[in-house]
């Protein structure tokens, strides 16, 4: 049973999932951490975290890994086929219709509008992250203060100056893996 939840939950998530792996995070996240309870919030933040360093796209190593995670290789191949099976029909349809008609305005006008809405998915997810990493919390608290996170804080605001001044992605990985080891001690 397990294994047609998990493969129906990420065909659903991939049907509906515009925008690519990183806008397919909250709704990952609103499967396996609200609504089934599969994996706590900072599972899946790991989950989130292995998917960005391992080869791939970030969607399909998620789903793998959630799956793996929830119900073992049986989970991670049900998961994974179930995210991207629709993908798959879809992709097919929808470049035969841009290539067909992509330069009509109607086209290019739903276009521009799902962009703006990729971001907001995009921005969603990564404020969870940010009060998982900074505030140590999986909800907005009441008073700040009393959760947060130095080490979090210095890490992101390290990982984002490092990532503006075009710094590699895994050094920037294996930089914040030291800090967060060097850091957990400190404070």
């Not at 047609?4 to 925008?19: N, P, R, T, Y």
């Not at 996240?29 to 309870?37: A, F, L, N, P, R």
Request: with cysteine; glycine share 12%.
């Amino acid at each position: 049973m397990i294994y047609l939840q998990l493969f129906f939950e990420f065909a659903k998530i991939s049907l509906v999932c515009v925008g690519g792996g990183y806008a397919s995070m909250p709704l990952i996240q609103g499967v396996v951490v609200d609504s089934y309870h599969w994996l706590t919030l900072p599972e899946f933040i790991d989950v989130f975290t292995i998917s960005q360093m391992t080869p791939g796209p970030i969607g399909v190593n998620a789903a793998t890994f959630a799956g793996m995670k929830t119900a073992g290789i049986g989970g991670a191949i049900c998961a994974t086929m179930g995210f991207v099976t629709p993908s798959l029909f879809l992709c097919i349809a929808l470049a035969k219709i841009i290539f067909k008609y992509g330069e009509l305005g109607a086209i290019q006008g739903i276009l521009n509008g799902l962009r703006p809405a990729v971001i907001a998915l995009i921005a969603a997810a990564c404020i969870s992250f940010v009060l998982l990493a900074v505030w140590d919390v999986e909800e907005i608290p009441a008073d700040f203060s009393s959760t947060f996170s130095p080490a979090g804080a210095i890490i992101l605001i390290g990982a984002l100056t490092a990532v503006r001044m075009k710094v590699g992605v895994i050094k920037v990985l294996v930089a914040a893996g030291a800090a967060g080891l060097v850091l957990g001690h400190v404070f």
